[in-house]
């Protein structure tokens, strides 16, 4: 099945684009939450960007302490005051090219990733939506070249 929604190929404007999920980074975080709470846990990591991003609003740092926020009213560690959940954000402020080079440095291996909001059904990415175009720039500002597989490179 595939979805019917035409991904923007030629950069995005100040809207929020098509290829925003609703409530992605709400759920992923409410989980983890849950999970944290369970564990006795009280640090939480995210991996949100609001540098080269495509405008979504749950990348935000406002969004982020606005959750923050929320763990420790509607959590029982944090209405009984036995715990203080925290919202961690190790690349909210970098580039993608800070971010690429921070994988390189802990092994990430790329050729098994891709970006792409618009992969074909070979698994490709496409090379011209936006999440492709960043990946592309940040592997660029870093000095390396993407091992991704593209149809094209935009």
């Not at 979504?56 to 009213?73: G, I, K, Q, S, W």
């Amino acid at each position: 099945m595939t979805a019917d929604i035409a991904v923007p190929k030629e950069g995005v404007g100040s809207d929020i684009p098509v290829t925003y999920v609703p409530a992605r980074n709400t759920i992923f975080l409410s989980f983890a939450l849950g999970w944290a709470e369970v564990l006795g846990a009280f640090d939480i990591f995210i991996g949100v960007n609001a540098l080269d991003y495509s405008g979504y609003p749950d990348c935000r740092p406002e969004y982020v302490a606005a959750f923050e926020t929320l763990a420790n009213l509607a959590t029982r560690a944090g209405v009984e005051g036995t715990g203080h959940f925290k919202v961690h954000t190790p690349l909210i402020h970098l580039t993608k090219g800070e971010i690429i080079a921070k994988g390189l440095a802990l092994g990430v291996d790329y050729s098994r990733t891709h970006s792409c909001y618009d992969p074909p059904a070979e698994g490709l990415a496409c090379g011209l939506c936006d999440s492709c175009r960043l990946r592309l720039k940040g592997f660029a500002e870093a000095g390396v070249q993407d091992p991704a597989k593209y149809v094209t490179r935009g």
